[in-house]
């Protein structure tokens, strides 16, 4: 009866310790809706971020999503590699895209590094583009501080710096300043918050060119949904000068303009167009989650 006793006990505080070990060592990205960290547990789909402005959440070691913003797959739980395929398909571009966790805290804020390389290949003009195809070649480094708020209310500071090698007609976040030099820095917040089942949106603001002759003031919003399996946000951001931003009536997208020339961003450019300049982008998407 002793040792039956004694068993008893032991296999009480194995099951005790178990469960504590269990609550005590539960991943503090638990609290983002990351993509299954546990393989017993399926958590819903994670919010990528926007276009100019990322979120931390990366994917868990053998996890995958492609969809309309990227095709991305987990090497580990911190390290995810990406492409975006619209990128491919309609900007003639290849990309690289690397999001690495670097350091996670125990409120539930981390540290996020992401790497990304942007490279167009020779395109020939046609019916598909309605200006000349785009030539461009660019190297970014963005880092993300994730501050959790409140239960569903989370912010991201970026700070991005970006170098473009060529920049002949480059894509829209890229923007026509006069004596401007091939660097770029970037200061943007997105803010999430979740919202009743399952909903959730999206709010963003920052600077762009900060460093340069001329700066752009950058906004957007997007509202979404995520399941288990899938994510979709839509909506927009503007890029403008303070000018075009309070003068709407004599804004101009000079960028699209120059990319209906042969020589692009290479042809002298004329300052007052740089001043009025602004440019709308789509923030949209379509990810499953397998």
Known sequence: MRHLLVLLAFMSGLSITSAFA?????????????????????????HLGHNVSATTYVLSQGDCTIGIQVAACGLTNRWTLATVPWLYVNYNTWSVLSRFRLVTYPEGGNWTMQLGYFKSFPEARSDKYVTYPYDFEAYW???????????HYRIYFN???NYYA????????????????????NLTTLHEVALIKRWY?????????????IQHVHVGASFGRSGFYYEWHLGFSLTATPLALFNPRSRRDYQQELRDTEHGFETHLDREKTKRDYAIHPEFTVQLFF
């Open 141 to 151: 480094l963005q880092f993300i501080r994730a501050y959790p708020m409140a239960r």
């Open 22 to 46: 269990q609550l005590s060592g539960e991943s503090p990205e638990l609290e983002e809706s990351t993509l299954r960290p546990e393989k017993t547990k399926r958590k819903l789909a994670p």
């Open 159 to 161: 700070v991005a710096t």
């Open 166 to 185: 060529n920049d002949r007609r480059p894509f829209s976040l890229r923007r026509p300043i006069e004596r401007r030099n091939q660097s770029q820095i």
């Open 201 to 213: 949106i999206m709010g963003e603001i920052g600077l762009l060119d900060v460093a340069q002759p």
